[in-house]
């Protein structure tokens, strides 16, 4: 079950009916991880995935199309269940259209407009607010649970897409992954973690499974080194995963099946992933001065409230496109003075929490 991560959204061929101008577009691909787990399981598939899901489409059915909810396919003969949602509750697709758009010296990270709603709907997906069309992953998996009480349970994360710190490339657009500055992949990504976390949370709680294919992206994120395994800007399927990433998460699945979480050596795991899930990001502070061509950087003020401040790097954007990275917790750069600069601190704190603050420092009159 699930949005288009798990339908395989991208990769035809795609089951018949589900690939319908103004009709039905699911797009079931023979492709998608579920056919794969199946195969490697020995289980009959019933594949009920359907891209641009959200997680109230476990509820409802989309009578146009012919889907039921979801939900409504699980009984008490249900052996296995794997699903991927809360993606499109959190808006991740238009995300990533505005970061590709964002103008130069803006981030979608420094934008208040475009953070906060994530951040909103990831609350309402943990349960720690409520918010109208999203249901909490504790609620859904609650409902598994009655559905289908004797089956595996396995919830799948989503895989982050860029690298470490970003990456820059020359098509389509110079200096950036697809279409998105540095600091913003690295934005993604970080609010990628906090989904995620959120999802190992509320399925430990449950006693199911949960599996995070990100590692086993590594090295295969868009732009990686060893060749990506995501569909890129300029391709139908864009920013989702392409054959190989599909194979890689059927993988994670079927390990996660195969190490159930009695077996697993850290049995305070679902203690751990509260304890992630509680902690709060720390507070970036940080000031800017130019001196002719010297711009001098300081972000010792950041603070955690419930920690302490690890790393702290630079994403200084230039007036060509590019971008600098600098480490540490004072920086010093050389940016003419006849240039604007735009300049991210990401402060990252001992539980890996992410903080994302920027000025603009106009040109010299």
């Known amino acids: 079950m699930g949005d288009s991560y798990a339908s395989g959204y991208g990769l035809p061929p795609y089951a018949e009916g589900t690939n319908v101008r103004d009709g039905n577009n699911c797009q079931r691909s023979s492709s998608a991880y579920a056919h794969q787990v199946a195969e490697q399981t020995g289980k009959t598939l ?70 906060a709603p994530v951040d909103s709907a990831i609350d309402a997906l943990a349960g720690k607010t409520t918010q109208e069309g999203v249901t909490s992953y504790d609620t859904i998996m609650t409902d598994i649970g009655t559905r289908a009480p004797n089956a595996a349970v396995v919830a799948v994360g989503y895989p982050r897409m860029f690298t470490q710190q970003g990456i820059g490339q020359l098509f389509p657009v110079p200096g950036r992954c697809e279409g998105l500055t540095k600091v913003d992949q ?73 190490a159930p979480q009695a077996q697993e050596a850290a049995q305070d795991q679902p203690a751990a992933a509260e304890a992630q899930l509680d902690n709060v990001r720390p507070t970036g502070s940080f000031t800017l001065t130019r001196d002719g061509d010297q711009v001098a950087l300081d972000a010792s003020a950041s603070s955690d409230a419930d920690g302490a401040v690890t790393n702290i790097d630079w994403y200084i954007q230039r007036a060509d496109g590019t971008e600098e990275v600098l480490t540490g917790a004072q920086a010093t750069a050389t940016v003419p003075a006849s240039e604007q600069v735009a300049v991210t601190a990401v402060i990252t704190d001992n539980q890996g929490k992410e903080d994302f603050t920027t000025q603009t420092a106009p040109a010299a009159s």
């Open 46 to 115: 019933d594949f009920d995935a359907c891209s641009g899901a959200r997680t109230s489409d476990f509820y409802q059915a989309k009578a146009s199309w012919g889907e039921p909810a979801q939900l409504d396919h699980l009984d008490s003969s249900t052996g296995l269940v794997s699903f991927s949602i809360g993606g499109n509750d959190a808006g991740f697709a238009q995300i990533l259209s505005k970061c590709v758009t964002q103008l130069p010296f803006s981030t979608c990270s420094g934008d208040s407009a475009i953070t």
């Open 186 to 258: 690295r934005w993604i990504n970080a609010r990628t973690n906090d989904l995620n976390a959120v999802i190992k949370a509320a399925a430990l709680r449950h006693g199911y499974q949960f599996t995070d294919p990100s590692d086993s992206f590594t090295g295969h994120e868009l732009c990686g080194k060893q060749g990506s395994w995501f569909e890129g800007l300029l391709e139908d399927g864009r920013f989702h995963p392409n054959a190989a990433g599909h194979k890689a998460t059927a993988d994670s699945v079927v390990s996660a099946l195969a």
